[in-house]
T-cell receptor, first 113, second 115 residues
Framework: AQKITQTQPGMFVQEKEAVTLDCTYDTSDQSYGLFWYKQPSSGEMIFLIYQGSYDEQNATEGRYSLNFQKARKSANLVISASQLGDSAMYFCAMRGSGNQFYFGTGTSLTVIP | NAGVTQTPKFQVLKTGQSMTLQCAQDMNHNSMYWYRQDPGMGLRLIYYSASEGTTDKGEVPNGYNVSRLNKREFSLRLESAAPSQTSVYFC??????????????FGAGTRLSVL
């Protein structure tokens, strides 16, 4: 069975500091994709970053990077230089060989000025 | 640049009433999806459409029907609403269903309350 686990219900970070949001996954597929989405208080889901299971390098998109550790089955999101606008819910998701897309339960991030 | 547009944004129904949630995308995507989001449970897939003319059940399809009207539009229908269907509903689209790099783009959501 495919599963995404986010163990941090809530996180706090000081403005301008870096923060890591944890995500572990479970799959027996060899080929899979991992995604992070941001959901601000306005409610929309915003795609942030993607990592493929066969990608040799960790994905980066601006201030977002994905710390991909395949053997540990983890795909942590690192946000550098946090900004007040980063306060939101963050969801980790996975797509395997089937046609389903699995989401974690989310982590609420609060950036403190 | 509209992306994925959902209507309505808010809706209150009485138990047993029916309604249709509308979704349209302007990105020329082949695949479209309906999710529900409940507190503490993340998003769960209700139905998806790999391409125009096809629909398939996701994780939680009971109590819902869908129609892929054309390439742009994918509607979700509640025939007889129940309080358990109180949720936030999201429509999403992606270029294709194939491949693991399946980046989905979401609408703003519909907040539905069933009394």
């Amino acid at each position: 069975a495919q599963k995404i686990t986010q163990t941090q219900p809530g996180m706090f970070v000081q403005e301008k500091e870096a923060v890591t949001l944890d995500c572990t996954y479970d799959t027996s597929d060899q080929s899979y994709g991992l995604f992070w989405y941001k959901q601000p208080s306005s409610g929309e889901m915003i795609f942030l970053i993607y990592q493929g299971s066969y990608d040799e390098q960790n994905a980066t998109e601006g201030r977002y990077s994905l710390n991909f550790q395949k053997a540990r089955k983890s795909a942590n999101l690192v946000i550098s230089a946090s900004q007040l606008g980063d306060s939101a819910m963050y969801f980790c998701a996975m797509r395997g060989s089937g046609n389903q897309f699995y989401f974690g339960t989310g982590t609420s991030l609060t950036v403190i000025p | 640049n509209a992306g994925v547009t959902q209507t309505p944004k808010f809706q209150v129904l009485k138990t047993g009433q029916s309604m249709t949630l509308q979704c349209a995308q302007d990105m020329n995507h082949n695949s479209m999806y309906w999710y529900r989001q409940d507190p503490g449970m993340g998003l769960r897939l209700i139905y998806y459409s790999a391409s125009e003319g096809t629909t398939d059940k996701g994780e939680v399809p009971n109590g819902y029907n869908v129609s892929r009207l054309n390439k742009r539009e994918f509607s979700l229908r509640l025939e007889s609403a129940a309080p358990s269907q109180t949720s936030v509903y999201f429509c999403a689209s992606s270029e294709t269903l194939a491949g693991v790099k399946n980046i989905q783009y979401f609408g703003a959501g519909t907040r539905l309350s069933v009394l």
